[in-house]
């Protein structure tokens, strides 16, 4: 009890001199004061008495602004040194209530909340951290580091990913441009001009910004695996394989390289897909895992593959693949390479026929004929390809129909190639006549 009362007496003498000096307007004499009340309180272990001294020094009238930011930066740190869980969380709590709506302590509030969600998260309360996180638009900070921000951002998707709420998952990586990875960071460091707000430095705990590429590109990897989006996946992983502490390594990037592969393989037929697989043959790394480059090459050439030969050679490879940011490839996968081998079949046939009956087209892709009609249909609608199927006589055309017009101007560059062959021709005759006629002079 003496020793509370000695407290409470060395508190009430500091207040007396932190209102004289708040009065006088003396920054640093109130800030000092300010700083020592809670400096008591701490070492005399008053959790209680703290959080009230934090909240009374906040709402004094006419309190400056650099005293109240001593004040939560100095308090911050007792955080880690508290007794137990709730007594944490109260202070917290405390913290957080001075600081809001206070755009001078704006991001020790946002790391204030950053801790007090980490701790809901570790009680399982997933949907209260998330919900905290969604709070902070740090995006807004100016005075905020980059890194901190970015960190921040790839937290409250993450958390919104760990809760399958992936519309605001998507709206919330939307706030981070991909670009911010690529810069120099050697160019940015430059002195700020006069007038210009000072940008603080990043926690230690904050990873580089090689590192928070690596981890964006995880967590966009969960999000586009939610809706089966195979080609953005294949791009995530190639922004990983891009990361110089990645290529340096072969035991980190011939996993992501073969996972570049089989999202390849299985994302639909289109200009993005055709040209990443063509820029991935020919990557040199690419000789270090045969196997996958020569499914590539399947892919590349036009050539029917039969789809069971195919299964039985990359069936152990396919379920090896366990370590996949989205999940393991599954039964769904499965069946997408099918209809994806399918659809190159498909493709194949109609670059060699122009013309073709479905009994045949059902031979060649290895299916019944209602299978080969149904996937063919399904490619015309996507617009994959042109055909046309004439079901009582059961042909399929691949043929183009053109107008008058494309007609016409088809005839004409036709006409206009048969007589510059002509004309060629009678150059060629007329020249070896010249010829002739000159070596009969000579003899």
């Not at 009890?1 to 006088?24: H, P, S, T």
């Not at 992501?256 to 037929?269: D, G, M, S, T």
């Not at 079949?345 to 209602?370: D, F, G, H, M, P």
């Not at 004309?423 to 060629?428: D, G, L, T, V, W």
Request: hydrophobic residues 40%; neutral net charge.
């Amino acid at each position: 009890m003496e020793g509370k009362g000695n407290l409470e007496a060395a508190i009430e003498q500091l207040l007396n001199v932190e209102k004289q000096m708040r009065l006088a307007g003396d920054v640093t004499s109130t800030t000092t004061a300010v700083i020592n009340i809670l400096q008591l309180c701490f070492e005399a272990k008053d959790w209680k008495a703290l959080n009230e001294q934090i909240v009374n020094l906040s709402k004094k009238r006419g309190q400056l602004k650099q005293a109240v930011t001593s004040m939560v930066q100095q308090a911050m740190q007792y955080i880690d040194q508290t007794p137990d869980l709730e007594t944490r969380i109260e202070l917290i709590k405390s913290l957080n209530d001075v600081s809001a709506g206070k755009i001078y302590v704006e991001i020790e509030r946002a790391r204030l909340i950053k801790k007090l969600a980490t701790i809901k998260e570790e009680q399982g309360l997933i949907a209260e951290a998330a919900d905290l996180m969604q709070e902070v638009a740090v995006e807004t900070f100016g005075a905020m580091a980059k890194t901190e921000k970015i960190a921040f951002i790839l937290e409250q998707v993450r958390l919104c990913l760990v809760r399958e709420d992936y519309v605001r998952a998507q709206i919330l990586s939307r706030k981070i441009n991909p670009r911010v990875f690529d810069a120099d960071p050697s160019k940015e460091k430059k002195k700020p001009k006069e007038g210009d707000q000072v940008v603080e430095k990043a926690p230690a705990d904050i990873p580089s910004l090689l590192e928070l590429k690596r981890t964006y590109y995880e967590l966009m990897i969960r999000y586009y695996s939610h809706s089966n989006d195979y080609l953005e996946i294949c791009r995530c992983y190639k922004a990983i394989y891009e990361i110089p502490s990645v290529k340096e390594n072969p035991a980190q990037w011939i996993p992501v390289l073969r996972k570049i592969c089989w999202y390849l393989v299985l994302a639909p037929h289109d200009p993005m897909q055709s040209s990443l697989l063509n820029f991935t043959l020919e990557d040199k790394n690419l000789s270090e895992i045969p196997k996958f480059r020569f499914l590539l090459k399947q892919l590349v050439t036009m050539e029917v593959i039969q789809w069971t030969s195919l299964w039985n050679t990359y069936k152990g490879e396919f379920e090896s693949e366990k370590s996949m940011l989205g999940g393991p490839l599954g039964d769904k996968a499965s069946e997408d390479l099918r209809e994806r081998v399918i659809e190159h079949n498909i493709l194949v046939v109609s670059k060699y026929y122009s013309r073709i009956t479905l009994k045949r087209l059902a031979e060649l892709l290895c299916l019944t004929i209602q299978e080969a009609e149904k996937h063919l249909s399904e490619m015309v609608v996507s617009k994959a390809l042109v055909a046309k199927i004439d079901r009582p006589m059961g042909i399929v055309c691949f043929q183009i129909v053109k107008d008058s017009n494309e007609i016409l101007n088809s005839w004409a560059v036709n006409l206009e190639k048969l007589l510059d062959l002509v004309e060629k021709s009678c150059h060629q005759i007329h020249k070896e006549t010249m010829i002739h006629k000159a070596a009969l002079k000579l003899s």
